[in-house]
C-alpha cells in the first residue's frame, strides 16, 4: 500500500499516541520530502530521523495502513470534508503558527477560511455591559465583510455568531470536540445552523469527545486563523487572555474593550490594555485594523 503526503497527513493524527509534537516533526520533515510516497519503508526512515518515542514508532507501523485507519477516514469524509496542511486551501495564516494542525475536519463552506477574519473571545457568563458593547461593536464590522471567528463556548462566543447571523454576515466557529458532538450541549441548533449556512472547523475526528485540553489547543487555532483578536470581556487569568497571549506569541494583533475598575469581568481586559492591547471604543477602531 502506498500514500500521497496529503493521505498520510489524513492518517497521522487518528494514530494512538501521535500528538502535536510528533505531528509537527512530520511535516517538516515532510517538507524535505515534499514529493513522498509513503510506504512501509518509506515510514521505516521517517521513524529514525524524527523525535519519536518506540511507542509511537510501533505505533505508526501497526496502524498507518491499517484498514481500521481506512475506516475512519472514509467516516470523517462522509460526515464532512478534510483539509491537510499540504493542501492549496489550507489557511496559510494558520500554517504559519508553531503547532499548525496537520489536518482540520470541517462542515460547512470552507471558502469562509479565505475571508478577512477577526477572532471575536470572552466570558462565559458575559455582563449586560458585554452585551451592549458587542450590539454597538460588531454590526458595522460585520457589514466590512469581516468574518467572525470563535470557539461556539457559552456567552461571548455564541453572541459574536449570532451578531454575524442576524447582520448576514459570515462566521466560523471552532470546536474543542469531534465534529458530531455539541459543547455546550445548549449550542446544538446554533451549531447546525453554521454547519449548514457557514463553517465549522475542528481539529479533532468524529467522536472526539470535549476534555480540559481541547479548549485551549482550540484557542491556538482561534487565534492562528485571526490576524486581530478581540477580547470583549474577561476576568482575571480567563480561557481569553490565554487566546489573547497565544495571539500575542503569534504575532497578532489585540484589542480590548475596556470595562469598569470594579468588574472582575473587566480584570482582564483593563489589563491586556495595560500590557499595550488597543483599547477599543467603537467600531471604527477595529476595522481600521483591517
Not at 509537527?24 to 530521523?49: G, M, N, S, Y
Amino acid at each position: 500500500m502506498q500514500l500521497t503526503l496529503r493521505d498520510f497527513f489524513m492518517r497521522l493524527p487518528l494514530i494512538t499516541g501521535i500528538g502535536q509534537k510528533a505531528c509537527r516533526a512530520c511535516w517538516i520533515w515532510t517538507k524535505h520530502h515534499p514529493q513522498a510516497t509513503f510506504t512501509p519503508e518509506l515510514v521505516d526512515q521517517l521513524c529514525t530521523e524524527i523525535p519519536m518515542t518506540i511507542s509511537q514508532a510501533t505505533a505508526m507501523h501497526q496502524q498507518l495502513f491499517s484498514t481500521e485507519l481506512t475506516r475512519q477516514v472514509r467516516a470523517n469524509l462522509t460526515f464532512g470534508g478534510c483539509l491537510t496542511i499540504v493542501d492549496q486551501a489550507y489557511p496559510a495564516q494558520l500554517r504559519e503558527i508553531y503547532a499548525p494542525p496537520v489536518a482540520l475536519y470541517f462542515r460547512g463552506d470552507v471558502r469562509l477560511l479565505q475571508a478577512t477574519q477577526l477572532a471575536v473571545v470572552g466570558s462565559r457568563q458575559p455582563t449586560p455591559y458585554a452585551v451592549q458593547a458587542m450590539r454597538r461593536l460588531l454590526p458595522a464590522v460585520v457589514d466590512h465583510q469581516i468574518c467572525i471567528v470563535s470557539g461556539l463556548a457559552q456567552g461571548v462566543d455564541t453572541l459574536g455568531h449570532q451578531v454575524a447571523l442576524a447582520h448576514h454576515g459570515h462566521t466560523v466557529a471552532v470546536i474543542g470536540t469531534g465534529l458530531d458532538r455539541c459543547y455546550p450541549a445548549c449550542n446544538r441548533e446554533l451549531m447546525t445552523t453554521l454547519m449548514r449556512e457557514q463553517l465549522v472547523l475542528s481539529e479533532y475526528p468524529l467522536g472526539t469527545p470535549g476534555a480540559r485540553h481541547h479548549f485551549p489547543e482550540r484557542n491556538r487555532l482561534i487565534a492562528g486563523l485571526a490576524r486581530t483578536i478581540l477580547v470583549i470581556e474577561a476576568a482575571h487569568h480567563s480561557g481569553s487572555l490565554i487566546t489573547a497571549n497565544i495571539g500575542l506569541q503569534e504575532n497578532r494583533n489585540i484589542l480590548a474593550v475596556p470595562g469598569p475598575i470594579t468588574q472582575k469581568n473587566s480584570v482582564g481586559t483593563n489589563e491586556l490594555i495595560l500590557a499595550g492591547a488597543k483599547p477599543v471604543l467603537n467600531s471604527g477602531h477595529i476595522i481600521e485594523e483591517f
